[in-house]
């Protein structure tokens, strides 16, 4: 039956699937309003999705909600690099498809690659704001069942980060989404201690200065359009919890005079006491507390 839809019909469908796999609810509204449909056609889409796929969602009458089931699985394939792009740049049209047209862009191949469930999972507890039990395995513990309370999908340059209160240390942190094999979500509301806005590291903007490496670079001009500097500095704004990741992937000099050496090392913090009191500073070249 899939192979007899025409083009649209699949996005309208594939779009259904998609708010109900990573929001766990869907409304006619949504439908009408991302669509630009009659409540009519969208009554008709509903019924077509629940008619190639009975068991994926519920109607709760009290809501007027679309409720996704135990018994969910996707009609259509989500990439999970895609997905998570999707989730951050807040679009949710669930098709994958790019038709026909070969673009000539390359770009580096991932080393990792999450668990499309597990993305499910966790955006659906953060769109909901519940917490979860997963079971996670870290390179100090190695596997074991954490209670967290998750508030945002991160992507830090080099791979994909949650970031949650931790109920066992009783603090904001950072878990690697390949290192979380399991999501069950609780039904429980999370303390106030525990909502991003407790998150002070995450709450916090730290503005970066960055410039030309002053010894590493001989002709800064290249560095300046590179980056597209202003009056030979570019200032980034970046939150607290970020910074670390941030300053790592570009390789900014964060010595207090530039005294790191290398090819690699093109970009230089001029302000680097504005990183006092953030976090992950550790990965951040050259930066002595």
């Known amino acids: 039956m899939m192979d007899e839809l025409n083009f649209a019909q699949k996005q309208r469908l594939a779009y259904i699937d998609f708010k109900l796999y990573f929001t766990g609810m869907l409304t006619r509204s949504e439908i009408v309003g ?37 018994k ?4 259509f394939e989500h990439d999970a690099r895609r997905t ?25 191949s991932p080393l990792n690659v999450p668990n499309i469930d597990i993305i499910a999972k966790l955006s659906q507890a953060i769109i909901h704001n519940k917490p979860i039990n997963v079971i996670y395995t870290s390179l100090s513990s190695g596997s074991g069942a954490r209670e ?22 009783k603090s904001f942190r950072d878990f690697v989404l390949t290192r979380i094999t399991k999501v069950t979500i609780l039904p429980q509301i999370p303390d106030s201690d525990e909502s991003k806005l407790e998150d ?45 990741y941030l300053l790592r992937r570009w390789n900014v000099d964060c010595s207090e005079i ?7 090392y093109q970009l230089f913090l001029r302000n680097t006491q504005t990183l006092y009191g953030a976090e992950n500073l550790a990965i951040a070249p050259g930066y002595q507390a």
């Open 34 to 70: 991302h669509f630009e449909l009659g409540l009519a056609a969208a009554t008709r889409d509903i019924k077509l999705y629940r008619e190639l796929s009975s068991d994926n969602m519920e109607y709760d009458n009290v809501e007027k909600k679309y409720f996704i089931t135990k």
């Open 72 to 75: 969910f699985k996707p009609l």
């Open 84 to 108: 998570l792009i999707k989730l951050a740049n807040n679009i949710s049209d669930g098709f994958d498809a790019i038709g026909d047209t070969s673009f000539p862009i390359e770009s580096p």
């Open 148 to 169: 967290l309370v998750p508030h945002s999908i991160v992507d830090n340059g080099l791979r994909w980060h949650l970031r949650a209160f931790d109920r066992k240390t």
């Open 200 to 244: 002070h590291q995450w709450m916090r903007i730290v503005p970066l200065q960055i410039i030309p490496h002053p010894n590493n670079v001989e002709y800064p001009t290249a560095i300046q359009l590179d980056f597209g500097m202003e009056d030979g500095m570019l200032e980034v704004n970046v939150r607290a919890a970020m910074a670390g």
């Open 258 to 264: 530039g005294t790191l050496a290398g090819p690699e």
